[in-house]
């Protein structure tokens, strides 16, 4: 008797622990839960976290991630409004916004990133149709001629850029996904390309858009060049100008000088002055070896003809 009461209340430990633990469930931290019962949600998403309670056996409970996951789209060639392919891939942040939601109309992550696949790629696609190729890879950093498309012209002025067309795609997009528990944090291009007949095009733009900038570049440089070169011959005559002037000054004032001085030492001894005077004649006339006929009555013979 003892062993069936002690068999019974073990059975009966056993089944109460089965019951508790099928009973309570922990929901971690980052996740959220929805409880169903025979395939039907109970109640709202249990989205703190801790320990919870449950019917148990008759009540099952579905966990999902309540942090930001990652959808990520096939690269696809998508053709713009003005006929040129572009390749894009692009990226998108969501999160899991009511689980209960979710559950019914997605039941699982997997199932998620297909219909996101269908909402993303179909308003990429219907806004890069409407939108010509310069929309797309145009963002408001940086100058169109750095990409080759030269100085932006009446054609080439953008109504948004490609920042703004996320913003547009993402817009569009957020309108859909709220029926299916989903939100959409945002949506990124990830990478733009072009396709390959297009990048020859435009790497062929960008090298004549680089010899036309050296080339001005140049011109800048020769102009700056004749110009100072031009200040500096400037400069340079009037420095020479001023010297000349200053030369011919000094000149002027030492030739008066020794007029002065002739014109004193004439007047204390004129026959001193005219000796002295010709001497210098003789000096500046004749040179080495060099033969001088004169009259014996020149002037010139004056002094000559008194030296034995």
Same mark, same amino acid.
């Given at each position: 008797?003892n062993?069936?009461?002690?068999g019974?209340?073990?059975?009966a430990?056993?089944?109460?622990?089965?019951?508790?633990?099928n009973?309570?469930?922990?929901?971690?931290?980052?996740?959220?839960?929805?409880?169903?019962?025979?395939?039907r949600?109970?109640?709202?998403?249990?989205t703190?976290?801790?320990l919870?309670f449950?019917?148990?056996f008759i009540?099952?409970?579905?966990?999902?991630?309540?942090?930001i996951?990652?959808?990520?789209?096939?690269?696809?060639?998508i053709?713009t409004?003005?006929k040129?392919?572009v390749?894009?891939? /692009?990226?998108?942040?969501?999160?899991?916004?009511?689980?209960?939601v979710f559950?019914?109309?997605?039941?699982?992550e997997?199932?998620?990133?297909?219909?996101?696949?269908? &909402?993303?790629?179909?308003?990429?696609?219907?806004l890069?149709? @409407?939108?010509?190729?310069?929309?797309?890879?145009?963002?408001s950093?940086?100058?169109?001629?750095?990409?080759?498309?030269?100085?932006?012209g009446?054609?080439?002025?953008?109504?948004?850029?490609r920042? #703004?067309?996320?913003?547009?795609i993402?817009?569009?997009?957020? @309108?859909?996904?709220?029926? $299916?528990?989903?939100e959409?944090v945002d949506v990124?291009? @990830?990478?733009?390309?072009? &396709?390959e007949?297009?990048?020859? *095009?435009?790497?062929?733009?960008?090298?004549?858009?680089? @010899?036309?900038?050296?080339?001005e #570049?140049?011109s800048?440089?020769e102009?700056q060049?004749s110009? /100072?070169l031009?200040?500096?011959?400037?400069?340079?005559?009037?420095?020479?100008s001023?010297?000349v002037?200053?030369?011919?000054?000094?000149?002027?004032?030492?030739d008066?000088?020794?007029? *002065? &001085?002739y014109?004193?030492?004439y007047n204390?001894?004129?026959?001193? $002055?005219?000796?002295?005077?010709?001497?210098?004649?003789y000096?500046h006339t004749?040179g080495?070896?060099?033969?001088?006929?004169?009259?014996?009555?020149?002037?010139? $013979?004056? $002094?000559?003809?008194?030296?034995k």
């Amino acid at each position: 008797m003892n062993t069936i009461l002690r068999g019974v209340l073990i059975a009966a430990v056993v089944a109460a622990g089965v019951v508790l633990a099928n009973a309570f469930f922990v929901l971690p931290e980052g996740k959220q839960a929805v409880i169903t019962q025979f395939g039907r949600p109970v109640g709202k998403p249990i989205t703190q976290a801790g320990l919870k309670f449950k019917t148990p056996f008759i009540q099952e409970v579905t966990f999902f991630d309540k942090m930001i996951l990652i959808w990520d789209g096939d690269p696809n060639q998508i053709p713009t409004n003005d006929k040129t392919f572009v390749y894009l891939d /692009i990226t998108a942040r969501w999160r899991i916004s009511n689980a209960l939601v979710f559950l019914q109309a997605v039941n699982n992550e997997n199932r998620a990133m297909t219909i996101l696949d269908d &909402i993303i790629d179909g308003t990429v696609r219907d806004l890069v149709n @409407k939108n010509d190729l310069v929309e797309i890879i145009r963002s408001s950093d940086w100058k169109p001629e750095e990409m080759g498309f030269g100085p932006a012209g009446k054609d080439e002025q953008i109504r948004y850029g490609r920042d #703004k067309i996320s913003a547009l795609i993402h817009a569009a997009a957020s @309108k859909v996904t709220p029926q $299916y528990g989903i939100e959409l944090v945002d949506v990124m291009f @990830k990478r733009v390309n072009y &396709i390959e007949t297009v990048q020859q *095009r435009v790497y062929e733009r960008m090298i004549s858009e680089r @010899k036309r900038i050296a080339a001005e #570049k140049r011109s800048t440089g020769e102009g700056q060049k004749s110009e /100072i070169l031009g200040k500096l011959e400037r400069e340079l005559r009037e420095v020479s100008s001023k010297a000349v002037r200053e030369t011919q000054e000094i000149k002027g004032r030492a030739d008066g000088e020794a007029a *002065r &001085i002739y014109a004193a030492a004439y007047n204390q001894d004129p026959e001193f $002055y005219a000796f002295s005077k010709t001497l210098d004649a003789y000096r500046h006339t004749m040179g080495e070896n060099t033969r001088l006929v004169i009259s014996p009555d020149s002037p010139f $013979y004056r $002094y000559l003809k008194t030296v034995k």
